[in-house]
């Protein structure tokens, strides 16, 4: 279905714009991609927009044509509208030209399958959109099956979030848990559970991987609590040269991701 939008107090400009909130997205169950680059992306991994948003004053472009024809394909709804419609949806002054609206994915630990990769990434209490978004960009980057998220992080389906993952967000698998959910998840099969600590703790150079190996990072200024490293099998350190004593926690996990895949997959180094 095709249609457009021309007035502000249209109910559907209303809907989207509430999509930018975190209260409203999960009511809904939906969240907003922006640009033509993560929509292909997503077109690409199998993921298609339930509603494509475009400007009625746009460039033509063979991949936004595809895209047109896929979400048209699959029976979605395509809506053109102004610029200054767009700006009032996204927030932004010079907003792309064109958005998509998908339901958000299946977050379970029951919809992660361990085995299918040697790497994935686990974050705790991680605050930051950003730093959440470049820790799924990472673990699409070192072929990690995705990143679980611990207790209160971040929303992975943030507008922020998702800008900042580059795409990695439909490609890699995001699971939220608490914990006490985690830990017995995690101890019902095989898996190394590896911190990055300064407690204890061996040179990430010269620790012993395991597949599937899960590695974790903490919260930007609390770090990790104590009991979740004691839980580990294996915890790492990595060198401060300078001034720092410290990683940013995103830094830290594609530092630790590439060591461990080396180390997992020799000839990929």
Known sequence: MRRTITGFSNPTVKYLRNLRDK???????????????????ARESGRLPEVLVMADKRDP?????????????????????GADILTKITGKDNPQAVLGVFGEFDTSLAGVDRSTTKIWLVAQALRDPGNLGTMLRTGDAVGAGGLILLDDCAD???AEAVRASMGAVFTQKVAQATWDEFVPWLRGGDGQLVAA???????????AYAAPCFLMVGNES???PEAYEDECDLRVTMPMRGRADSLNA????????????????????
């Open 23 to 41: 209260k409203h997205r999960k009511r809904e169950g939906k969240f907003v991609a922006e640009g033509l680059r993560l929509l292909t992306d």
């Open 61 to 81: 472009h063979p991949l936004l044509t595809a895209l047109e024809n896929a979400v048209e394909d699959a029976g979605g709804e395509i809506i053109e509208t």
């Open 156 to 158: 992975p389906f943030s």
């Open 197 to 207: 600590s300064l407690r204890d703790a061996y040179p990430y150079r010269e620790a």
């Open 222 to 224: 609390r770090g990790l």
């Open 250 to 269: 995103a830094v830290a996990a594609a530092v630790l991701a590439y060591e461990a895949l080396a180390s997992l997959e020799p000839s990929s180094s």
